[in-house]
């Protein structure tokens, strides 16, 4: 029969205590407690995370509700129940090695691979995934020229275009080329409408987006290149638009409209404007910033060296 008290008692004096003890002779060991802490806790919420998702947490919560009914039937004197208990919870690492096999091998396999440093919150770069996206954004605007299908993609950049994409309907996906493809397929629910694709997800699909004037347009294009005028004249967002008519790929930026556009130009379009413009922007601000410190703390170091001679010179 295990008894619980002593147990609590004895991982109490023998550790609980004898830590609190070797933290006050080395108050430096306190550091390394709480890095422990936090490494246990982010490791914790991240396994919940994947079991939360998976068939596992039922058995979780099943191993929680054993380990209570174990506590309980200590203290209320249930010694039978707690015999039986107890013998199960001696084989609990056991079955639990068994039951969660197959998450143990795959969590095994995926030692070194991106799912792994995934799991650590190590993603890649925002340009590199970006380019990525843009890549299977340009596969997929490919192949709905080739098949002649409708298609409007709006991408998302430092304005943000809520208010379009609460038009249409919720999506929230990884980008991928099959998705936007089967999107626009025709006499589907979501194909008449645009695409938004905002912080590397597919946000909405089926998205109402204002009209250009016919004045800012050729008579002979219709209401998809319009729309994707009047999103890029209201927003910094770029929109690539293909043909039903034609098949033709053509791009939306900043007002105008870039007709005929081949798959190697639509993607040089597309990271220059999105990867690197955008990069290039973000540099020049952190060197910009940079330099207002640099002058501020010259500044600053003149003003107190001005300072210091005003003072020896009153004295």
Known sequence: MIDFNNIITNIYEQNILAYINSLRQYPIKLVTLILDIVIVVFLGYQLLKIVKDSRAWQLVKGIALLIVATALSSLLNLHILNYILSALMNWGIILIFIIFQPELRRALEQLGTNKFTRFFGIDKDIATK???????????????????????IVIERDIQIKDIVSTGVVIDSQISPQLLV????PKTPLHDGAVVISNNK????????PLASDKDIAKELGTRHRAAIGISKESDSIAVVVSEETGKISVAKDGTLIADVKEDALKKILINNIVSKRLYDENLKRKERFKNIKEYLRNKKQKDKSKENTDEESK
């Open 130 to 152: 970006t380019k990525e996206d843009i890549y299977k954004i340009v596969i997929a605007a490919t192949e709905l020229a080739k098949q002649k299908v409708g298609a409007l």
């Open 182 to 185: 089967n999107i626009f397929v």
């Open 202 to 209: 597919i946000a909405a699909a089926a998205c109402m987006l």
